[in-house]
């Protein structure tokens, strides 16, 4: 009888784990190479999006995040791939997805890492664009399918299911332990993953590096009172994108959980190009990204409204 009872239990747990199998943390092996990146799994749920004054009520489906800002060593992959307007084709389980013409970044004419390191740190000076074309490049090589996070996600995972004004908690006194910010940073990027994680095993919410979303920005964003399910602004204009966390070159008061980021054409001044580079930015050495993996079906959706957005 306590034989039978045994298996059942195992049966039981087997059963449970075939279940939830996709909902644990998960390391992307990036193939041919010894580099990978560690994913944690984020449980949707609801939350208000924005602050006191202006937010938003907000559901949002689960989604895993990449623990880490993308750093050079990965990005770099994508940046020395050779694409020659090739025809892209993304195989994941269910589907077969074709990006006709696809085109990798150009050689940048100078090191846009700009001196501050580059194996472990944080990539800087691409594009909203060439983050995007990142994500559809990494799903292409691995069968999963990764875009930019929403602005909406970001939040909800800084967060990590409170409504803080920093990653964990409301007192600034203690930032220092989990960001790197303009009274700390010795005027740098640095290496991911140093600072303490949030209570979800998230690094570098804020500070280090801001982080490109996937969103558009919009002023109106937060007008609606009622629930929004995985809101998402979509556009396909260059600017202005919403960028989030804030950075090693800003003031610690600039690193909030709501505070947002909008780009314009002051990241590529200095860019001696004309017309200006789609793929990098010469003035955003404190801008990167990172990622999100969702299990969604609907490919054709999503990429139209993210990988190209």
């Known amino acids: 009888m306590i034989i039978i009872s ?9 059963n449970f784990l075939f279940q939830n199998f996709d909902k644990f943390n998960y390391s992307e092996k990036i193939p041919n190479v010894d580099l ?5 799994f984020i449980r949707g749920g609801e939350y208000t999006m924005g602050n006191k004054k202006s937010n938003l009520n907000t559901q949002i489906s689960s989604f895993w995040m ?11 992959l994508f940046v020395d791939e050779s694409f020659e307007n090739t025809d892209l084709i993304i195989k994941t389980k269910n589907d077969i ?15 846009m890492s700009f001196g501050m390191g580059k194996e472990g740190f944080p990539a800087v000076n691409m594009t909203h664009f060439a983050a995007s074309r990142f994500c559809q490049w990494l799903s292409s090589v691995t069968g999963n399918l990764y875009r930019l996070p929403t602005e909406a996600e970001w939040e909800y995972a800084c967060k990590a299911g409170s409504n803080n004004e920093y990653s964990y908690g409301n007192n600034i006194d203690s930032l220092s332990f989990y960001a790197w910010h303009k009274e700390n940073s010795n005027q740098k990027y640095h290496k991911v993953g140093l600072k303490k994680s949030n209570k979800w095993g998230l690094n570098d919410m804020l500070g280090n590096v801001s982080e490109w979303v996937a969103d558009s920005y919009d002023d109106n964003i937060f007008k609606s009172k009622k629930l929004r399910k ?6 396909e204009s260059k600017y202005p994108k919403v ?27 200095r860019d001696p190009q004309i017309p200006k580079s789609q793929w990098w930015n010469t003035d955003a050495p404190d ?7 969702v299990n969604k079906k609907d490919s054709e959706s999503l990429g139209n409204m993210f990988w190209n957005n």
């Open 6 to 14: 045994q298996i059942i239990l195992q049966l039981i747990f087997i």
């Open 36 to 40: 990978s990146i560690d994913m944690i």
């Open 66 to 76: 990449s623990k880490y800002e993308i750093t050079w060593d990965i990005y770099q």
């Open 97 to 111: 997805i074709t990006i006709d013409g696809f085109s990798g970044p150009t050689v940048p004419y100078t090191d």
């Open 230 to 235: 995985d809101p998402f602004i979509f556009n």
């Open 243 to 269: 960028y989030r966390g804030g950075s090693w070159n800003d003031d610690p008061t600039y690193l909030l959980t709501h505070k947002r980021f909008y780009s314009d054409n002051s990241l590529q001044k």
């Open 287 to 293: 801008i990167g990204f990172r990622i999100v993996r």
